[in-house]
Nanobody, 122 residues
Framework: QVQLVESGGGLVQPGGSLRLSCAASGSVFSINIMRWYRQAPGKERELVATITYSGSTTYSDSVKGRFTISRDNAKNTVYLQMNSLKPEETAVYYC????????????????WGQGTQVTVSS
């Protein structure tokens, strides 16, 4: 069994910063791509940022220059540093990852965390 557990969400004022963390635990053999998604009330879940094992990153246009995704492979953890937050970025933020629980391709599966609430409000 594998679990992804997010932390670091909370209430922040517009223009403020938060750092989210997501740690994978359980029968982790290796982790390929790690991602952050968010889902605002009444909206579809959207991809925010991705990072490969080697550290290559991609970002949605709406967060480029303000958000930074990073990872610590030794800790099986991915981070999302969010700066200059806007009220419209209030959402539940989800961690997602492609994780192997064994060496063969059959052991590769996609996992989701339970989400952490980020509220941007004065």
């Amino acid at each position: 069994q594998v679990q992804l557990v997010e932390s670091g969400g909370g209430l922040v004022q517009p223009g403020g910063s938060l750092r989210l963390s997501c740690a994978a635990s359980g029968s982790v053999f290796s982790i390929n791509i790690m991602r952050w998604y968010r889902q605002a009330p009444g909206k579809e879940r959207e991809l925010v940022a991705t990072i490969t094992y080697s550290g290559s990153t991609t970002y949605s246009d709406s967060v480029k220059g303000r958000f930074t995704i990073s990872r610590d492979n030794a800790k099986n953890t991915v981070y999302l540093q969010m700066n200059s937050l806007k009220p419209e970025e209030t959402a539940v933020y989800y961690c997602n990852a492609d994780i192997r629980t064994g060496p063969a391709p059959i052991y590769l599966k996609n996992y989701w965390g339970q989400g952490t609430q980020v509220t941007v409000s004065s």
